[in-house]
């Protein structure tokens, strides 16, 4: 998918509305800096982002009766780029409200380009991604292999989920052996289904102790899986489209959800959720080719050994990738998949 250019009017637009929020940040930076001077904000304190509604927060934070409570916040001014995961530390108002003033290191974080080619952070501290699939709609092995590579090259390991199982036949067919596929290059499968109990234990298994994303297509049930993880949670979830057989959009921001045990309300908690907004198309525009060509990993043992040093792995002699190929060490339709994806970032 390409990137949309913008005519001069819509940069116009664009900037004018950006000029202006950052005048109305800055107008409420001033009345927050009066309040924090005249002492009505408490004590500094350490939170999570929960949930993020432009300049409003959801901050999750441990009370002194060692139980989380949730808090609306809003952000200084200087504190741009917050998405859910990212640890902050706020000060609480008399009205349980408050003010996020700082933000501590990321671990890590998920990004991807907007339609203006801006890196926008997705979220952040995460442990492991899940890149859910299911029967229907029909899964794209290039989506998931772009998830995968951009997994690989945040260094966040991913585990594939099939959801809606009980759709598949128990062996054979065309995504049973994609799947296959994946497994045999070492990535963690889990087979589970929104609608019964098989694979729920083993999937509440991988997120212990853990905090992890979902992504995927829309209508894969992301939302689905979460809601049978935490039955006390109200989540929408979407049904699809009976024409298009693609999903709906109903998660329209990243949020953070606590795992309990046995997803009863009041155990001890054993890990985090993050429900993402449904994403059909992965940008990777921001990585070169090498990284591109890093985030298969089955194409490591043979970078860099080329007979050529400016190699581009389309046919030239001694390509070490296409010997591989030959070989039956690369997958052809993973090795086309790489190339599919590196055109697309260079036609962007």
Request: net charge neutral; charged share 30%; proline share 5%.
């Amino acid at each position: 998918m390409s990137r949309r250019k913008l005519t001069r009017q819509q940069r116009w637009r664009v900037e004018k509305i950006q000029a202006e929020r950052a005048e109305r940040a800055e107008r409420k930076d001033a009345r927050d800096s009066e309040r924090l001077d005249a002492g009505e904000y408490g004590p500094e304190r350490g939170g999570r982002i929960a949930a993020h509604f432009g300049r409003t927060l959801e901050v999750e934070a441990l009370g002194d009766d060692g139980e989380f409570s949730r808090h609306r916040c809003h952000l200084r001014a200087n504190l741009e780029g917050l998405v859910t995961g990212d640890r902050v530390i706020w000060r609480a108002a008399s009205d349980s409200s408050g003010v996020v003033v700082a933000r501590g290191e990321r671990e890590s974080v998920l990004e991807r380009p907007d339609a203006q080619s801006q890196m926008r952070p997705v979220a952040a501290n995460l442990d492991q991604i899940l890149i859910v699939i299911a029967a229907e709609p029909v899964p794209h092995p290039n989506l998931i292999d772009r998830y995968l590579v951009a997994a690989e090259n945040t260094g966040i390991p991913p585990v594939i989920v099939l959801n809606k199982s009980d759709l598949l036949p128990a062996t054979g067919g065309e995504l049973r052996a994609l799947l296959s596929r994946y497994a045999m290059l070492g990535y963690p499968l889990i087979e589970a289904s929104a609608k019964g109990d098989h694979g729920l234990d083993a999937l509440h298994a991988q997120l212990r102790g853990k905090t992890s994303v979902f992504v995927g297509q829309s209508g894969v049930g992301k939302s689905s899986l979460i809601d049978r993880l935490l039955p006390e949670e109200t989540l929408r979830i979407g049904a699809l489209s009976a024409d298009t057989r693609k999903g709906k959009h109903t998660t329209t921001t990243a949020r953070l959800y606590p795992l309990p045990e046995n997803g009863e309300r009041g155990r001890p908690r054993e890990g985090d959720l993050i429900d993402s907004p449904g994403i059909r198309e992965f940008g990777l525009w921001h990585l070169d080719e090498q990284q591109i060509a890093d985030g298969f990993i089955e194409f490591r043992p043979f970078l860099g050994r080329c007979r050529f040093r400016d190699c581009r792995h389309r046919g030239e002699p001694g390509c070490a990738l296409l010997g591989a190929v030959e070989r039956g060490e690369i997958h052809p339709e993973r090795f086309a998949s790489f190339q599919r994806i590196r055109d697309d970032v260079a036609n962007a």
